[in-house]
């Protein structure tokens, strides 16, 4: 093939940016060696913790290029082992998201954990730059922008893209103009150099780690760049770690996650007892697609929701958040599955709707500015608009459950601002002492994308595969046989010598 001096000069330069980008990233990283101050433990505020829950604020670099310039603060909380002698490290709690808030977690998932791991470790875990306690961010949105049938890119009941391409425009402006350094300085990579500086400030020179859902992605990223700073390492409900695609890709397997677990839901709800919407699993199927379909023509007034009305993708997204829901809680009063199933015969119905689950607009806009500034500065998204129309109107056929919405387009390509660093590609380099924990069907993070960390991963992991359904698998799916191996892993280190598969729970009675 010829190469002009144009295209030649275009390669030199590409090359050359980076090589530069490349230099600055190791620099920033070899930055993160230089010692923290230790942290100054006290009281947290918050009610319903772990009376022994302690807190503390961390100064981290706003920009670890400049070390030297200014500094935002992560809040960091722990619960220390009850039993000093046995103890044997830290376990920190990575949250998900992008965007959670962490600092609660050693009250609320440290409850759940057996008594040995919470004797063998300090729990620790953190509101991550930007998110909650830490320096928070906002982008200023309007009550309606905080609607997620508007973040998340529902495409209008014909398919149509075009109102996404509006709404992607107008919120990614109103981030660029209404948002702050540190909204810029939100990434995996620099959330992985913030965990390091924890490390530091906690006094270890090792770190354990149990990180879910995004935390995966945050916790596999850090044991690429920091392999040598990792102990035990467990990694549940897992995302494709691509570095071409990251949070697109987390975006696109929405369709395939739904797909695999409507069938537990669509169980649930063929059943006898008060909840049963149809006859058969392929009954509750028909109509969900049909009642989306007639609301997408004629909303519901549903008076305290956002956006107030019960339309079709507000059900589609009813849906996606209710298959979070673990199956072992779908027969408890009050559970998601059953709030769902309400919901849906009160539609088919013409009856009252229930009460719609609300979150305070505050919370929306930290959790929405945070998240999306991780998923835009994280990698660059595609910016031709007719590829996301083909994508949007092959996927609304393959899989209608989420009407093209995975594959859609949204504010992170019309984001202002190019990402700083180069996604870390996830390899095989390193210590063999990862652990991989994987719901089979889970909405947000599906076993297939799991199976690519998996390989990414090589023999650095060994992966416990759970026959359930749900997001969230320690401690959370009911599975003694999934919950033992990581007890197992965490406390002795002993692993399983190869990839392990663990049978349903046994549900015949309530757990």
Not at 348 to 358: A, K, N, W
Request: charged share 25%; net charge neutral; with cysteine.
């Amino acid at each position: 093939m010829r190469i002009t001096n144009a295209k030649a000069a275009s390669l030199a330069l590409a090359a050359a940016t980076t090589a530069s980008l490349l230099a600055s990233t190791a620099a920033a990283d070899a930055a993160t060696t230089r010692s923290a101050p230790p942290l100054n433990w006290g009281a947290c505020e918050g009610t319903g913790l772990d009376p022994s829950q302690e807190c503390a604020t961390l100064k981290v670099p706003l920009d670890y290029r400049d070390l030297g310039g200014e500094e935002i603060s992560l809040a960091v909380s722990r619960v220390s082992s009850a039993k000093p002698g046995a103890r044997r490290g830290t376990l920190l709690l990575i949250p998900g998201g992008p965007g959670d808030p962490g600092l609660d977690r050693p009250s609320t998932l440290g409850a759940k954990l057996p008594r040995a791991v919470r004797d063998a470790y300090d729990l620790v875990s953190f509101d991550p730059r930007g998110v909650g306690r830490s320096t928070p961010v906002s982008c200023g949105l309007t009550h309606d922008d905080l609607a997620l049938t508007r973040s998340r890119p529902w495409p209008a009941p014909d398919g149509s893209i075009t109102g996404n391409v509006a709404t992607g425009r107008r919120i990614a402006d109103t981030c660029a103009r209404n948002g702050d350094p540190v909204l810029k300085s939100i990434s995996t990579i620099n959330e992985a150099r913030d965990i390091d500086r924890i490390r530091q400030a906690l006094g270890e020179k090792k770190l354990s780690a149990w990180g879910v859902s995004y935390g995966t992605y945050a916790g596999a990223v850090y044991a690429q760049m920091f392999p040598e700073r990792t102990d035990r390492w467990v990694l549940d409900s897992n995302d494709d770690p691509d570095p071409t695609r990251v949070g697109r890709g987390w975006l696109a397997n929405y369709a395939v996650g739904v797909e695999d677990t409507f069938p537990a839901f669509a169980a649930y709800a063929s059943r006898p007892g008060a909840h049963r919407l149809a006859d058969t699993p392929d009954g509750v199927r028909r109509l969900f697609l049909t009642l989306a379909a007639r609301l997408d023509a004629r909303p519901i007034p549903w008076e305290g929701a956002n956006p107030p009305e019960l339309n079709g993708n507000v059900l589609r997204q009813q849906l996606l958040n209710t298959l979070y829901a673990p199956s072992r809680y779908a027969d408890l009063p009050g559970s998601d599955y059953a709030a769902l199933a309400e919901l849906i015969r009160a539609a088919r119905d013409g009856e009252d709707l229930p009460e719609p689950p609300t979150v305070p607009d505050e919370a929306m806009q930290n959790a929405l500015a945070s998240g999306a500034a991780a998923l835009c500065n994280d990698v660059s998204w595609p910016k031709s608009l007719p590829s996301y129309a083909r994508e949007v109107a092959a996927s609304r056929k393959s899989h209608p459950l989420t009407a093209g919405m995975p594959v859609n387009v949204m504010l992170c390509a019309f984001w202002p601002d190019e990402p700083r660093d180069k996604p870390v590609r996830i390899t095989s380099d390193g210590p063999s002492n990862v652990l991989l924990v994987q719901n089979r069907r889970d909405p947000a993070t599906p076993y297939s994308g799991a199976l690519k960390l998996r390989r990414a991963l090589g023999e650095r992991a060994r992966m416990v595969t759970a026959d359930e359904t749900g997001h969230g698998a320690y401690v959370t799916n009911g599975n003694a046989c999934s919950d033992r191996y990581v007890t197992d892993f965490l406390v002795g280190g002993q692993r399983p010598e190869r990839d392990t598969f663990c049978a349903a729970a046994d549900r015949t009675t309530a757990p």
